[in-house]
C-alpha cells in the first residue's frame, strides 16, 4: 500500500495494522519526520520513498549557495561542497 503523507509513528503503525499482511510504503519527504530508517523497519514498513524529496534538498542548498553570494558576497557554502573525487568514486 502506498501510503503518502504519513508522518507519526502512531499514523503509521495504525497503517500498517489496518492493512497486514500487504507491505506498506512510506512516504518521505513531504514534510519533516523525526523517524529513521530502522524506526519504520521495526514498524513493518517495507517500502521508504522519498519522492522528490533528494532533488529539493539538492535545489534549496544551491538556493542557499545563491543568496549567500547576493546578500553576503562570501562562499562559505563551499565548505560542503562534495569534491569530484568524491563523485567520481560513486560511479567506479
Do not use: C, W
Amino acid at each position: 500500500m502506498f501510503a503518502p503523507g504519513l508522518k507519526t509513528r502512531e499514523e503509521i503503525e495504525a497503517v500498517v495494522k489496518a492493512v497486514a499482511p500487504k507491505p506498506v510504503n512510506v512516504v518521505v519527504g513531504l514534510g519533516s519526520s523525526s523517524l529513521t530508517v530502522n524506526d519504520m523497519a521495526a514498524l513493518g514498513v517495507k517500502r521508504i520513498s522519498l519522492g522528490s524529496a533528494l532533488a529539493r534538498a539538492a535545489y534549496g542548498s544551491f538556493i542557499n549557495a545563491a543568496k549567500e553570494i547576493k546578500q553576503h558576497g562570501t562562499f562559505d557554502f563551499t565548505k560542503n561542497a562534495v569534491l569530484y573525487a568524491e563523485i567520481n568514486k560513486m560511479f567506479e
